[in-house]
């Protein structure tokens, strides 16, 4: 078709997701047009006989132009990864009939199989057996380990499935362990209907949460809010595993839907990869180790502990009354239906037949009920946050900490005035008075349990509708058990250049000798760094990473320094230009700002002083330009070390 249009009549070919071009063996397109061809590919294609470096004439097989995930991660356009390895007995050792027992020999009976010489390894897992208790196991696991969002829910998650009957039979075991689940679980595979459907659904919809999928979702869709990947297959084509990666670096500045995010924030994501027949998908494709993470605890489960936590405190009855209530409640509201409730039922029933004395049972609350959380959902993100934080105050009321109870004051009446904004919705209208006491100072006097439990009930189920302002700029049924895991953090690395810069500079070997440098060799210095890194000024390290430049500097050759270089700045500067003459108290006033903004900068320059804020004092109502001039040239002749 292509051969419609004569070789010249385009000037400029681009070719998306070049790796696929790959395929076109004979390089008819590239034969055919004389144009100039540019090929973008996140994942270049190598292979013995051809290559995407190749066709598309790039010397040495290297990208013409690379921007690496390194380098995105130092400028935070994407974010890391953090990686556990799970290794389970089958998946790894696979399945001996002669070890099973008589029930599960009686099941591979039942299918004709003789116990005695059957044999499966983790390896045939999917391909020749299954195993529901290993399946069970993969997703109690990960809702131990995933991300949540503020409401207890997983935050949007993708499980690469090892097959279609493996995706479905997931899911029947996702609805039997968490059935309030059930409709945040959802097959995508190109088998079931408006499956393209399905994927806008979970791209654009809070439901559903957990994406089970085989093919569809491993590349080509955008959703930033991912924040847990869950590998239950081998992957062994590169590019195909950081296709599949690449569903969760996204940043939170790309995220339209905060609440699904974990606490609001996407700092990294989390990979789950379970080895099958002793194949690691991280260490097959050289995810490089760091230090342990700990398991993020959801935001329900969080209110329900720290409620256990106030059992161990000095409570009246009154006091006592309601903290047991929340407690029997939260416990209630776990219903029977999971079977990792009923497997609890007796130590909840100790616990309900004892309510009157629950501090007797902190131990049993804290290790057998508070793992059942992770059943209860919160009814919305904004109104679980804010249920955790509030009922802080019960502790703080009790220890009588003033200061903090103002500082969360401070946080429930910027929420309630935000609420008190909706007042054309009915339920905001008809707690209007309640609002408006919590605003008062007088409330927060002498604020009192009951007075906590007030703003709970009456302020809580209203910040549904809350709208934070926006954020500047600035995701066979043998018994199975885990029997390793590994930690893994995907660390950001520094690019070559600026260390090979900084080894062989002379301005920074002189910082290194202990000697101190003029403004103007600091300049230099920071317009070479810029040169290979943008954000590597003197504005931005000390506008991002909150960290004077020249204590950045020192950090990153090994140096440290015990004092502040503003102050020691500020002091050169006072013995250099303000000693050196007498001034009257109006010259005065315009040297003590041009000095803290000199120590910030480190450098001055005569147009600077007539750009706000030096052009706001007028300073030629009280120095010549001649002294002006004489006293930017003494600023950067200044020493700084």
Not at 286 to 298: A, G, Y
Not at 316 to 327: G, L, M, P
Not at 573 to 597: G, N, R
Request: glycine residues 4%; contains cysteine; hydrophobic residues 35%.
């Amino acid at each position: 078709m292509f051969e419609q249009f004569s070789p010249g009549f385009f000037d400029l070919i681009v070719f998306d997701e070049a790796h696929r071009s790959i395929y076109d063996k004979n390089k008819l397109i590239d034969r055919h047009f004389d144009a100039i061809k540019i090929g973008l590919t996140a994942t270049p294609r190598e292979h013995e006989s051809i290559n995407t470096y190749d066709l598309f004439g790039c010397e040495h097989g290297r990208a013409t132009v690379e921007y690496s995930y390194d380098e995105a991660l130092r400028d935070k356009v994407l974010v890391p990864y953090k990686a556990d390895i799970i290794e389970t007995h089958v998946l790894s050792s696979g399945i001996k009939g002669s070890k099973l027992d008589k029930y599960l020999k009686d099941q591979l009976r039942r299918q004709e199989l003789d116990p005695d010489k059957t044999e499966f390894t983790g390896s045939q897992f999917d391909k020749v057996f299954m195993d529901d208790k290993t399946n069970a196991l993969i997703i109690l696991e990960f809702m131990k380990l995933c991300y949540k969002s503020c409401e207890g829910k997983p935050c949007k998650t993708i499980f690469f499935c090892a097959s279609r009957r493996h995706a479905q039979q997931m899911k029947d075991i996702f609805s039997q362990l968490f059935p309030n689940l059930s409709s945040d679980v959802q097959v995508i595979t190109s088998n079931i209907d408006r499956a393209e459907d399905e994927v806008l659904r979970f791209q654009k919809e809070s439901e559903p949460r957990i994406a089970l999928s085989v093919g569809m979702l491993d590349t080509g869709v955008d959703i930033p809010e991912v924040c847990n990947l869950v590998f239950v297959k081998p992957v062994f084509s590169h590019i195909r595993f950081w296709q599949m990666v690449g569903r969760g670096t996204r940043d939170r500045s790309s995220c339209k839907h905060p609440g699904w995010l974990p606490e609001r924030e996407k700092n990294d994501f989390l990979i789950l990869d379970f080895t099958i027949g002793g194949h690691s998908n991280v260490r097959y494709h050289n995810i490089k180790i760091n230090k342990e993470r700990t398991p993020q605890k959801d935001v329900i489960t969080k209110i329900f502990e720290n409620r256990v936590e106030l059992l161990k405190k000095p409570l009246n009855e009154n006091q006592k009354k309601i903290v047991t209530e929340k407690i029997l409640h939260d416990i209630e509201a776990l219903g029977v239906d999971s079977f990792i409730v009923r497997e609890k039922m007796p130590v909840i029933n100790k616990i309900k037949e004892n309510s009157f004395n629950l501090e007797q049972y902190v131990n049993d609350l804290k290790k057998e009920i508070a793992p059942l959380m992770i059943l209860n959902q919160g009814v919305n993100a904004n109104v679980s946050s804010f249920i955790l934080q509030t009922e802080k105050l019960f502790g703080l009321v009790l220890e009588r900490k003033r200061d903090e109870i103002d500082k969360m004051g401070k946080y429930v009446m910027e929420r309630v005035q935000n609420i008190l904004q909706k007042d054309t919705l009915i339920e905001v209208k008809q707690k209007r008075e309640s609002l408006i006491k919590i605003m008062q100072s007088e409330f927060w006097d002498d604020l009192t349990f009951d007075d906590v439990e007030f703003m709970i009930l009456e302020v809580a189920p209203l910040l549904k509708y809350y709208e934070p302002e926006p954020r500047k700029k600035i995701q066979v049924d043998a018994p199975d058990l885990v029997i390793s895991r590994e930690k893994f953090e995907k660390e950001v690395t520094e690019d070559p250049r600026i260390r090979e810069l900084l080894d062989n500079n002379a301005i920074v070997n002189r910082i290194r000798e202990g000697k101190c440098i003029t403004s103007h060799e600091l300049m230099r210095l920071e317009a070479q760094l810029s040169k290979l890194n943008p954000l590597l000024t003197i504005e931005n390290v000390q506008k991002y990473q909150d960290r004077d430049f020249l204590l950045f500097l020192r950090e990153v050759i090994g140096l440290s320094l015990e004092e502040d270089p503003r102050y020691l700045i500020e002091r050169s500067f006072d013995e250099y230009i303000m000693k050196s003459s007498y001034y009257t108290s109006k010259q005065i006033d315009f040297l003590d700002l041009l000095k803290k903004i000199f120590a910030d900068r480190k450098h001055i320059e005569m147009k600077d002083l007539g750009e706000p804020p030096f052009s706001d004092e007028h300073p030629l109502d009280y120095f010549s330009r001649d002294e002006l001039e004489d006293i930017v040239t003494k600023c950067n002749k200044i020493k700084m070390c």
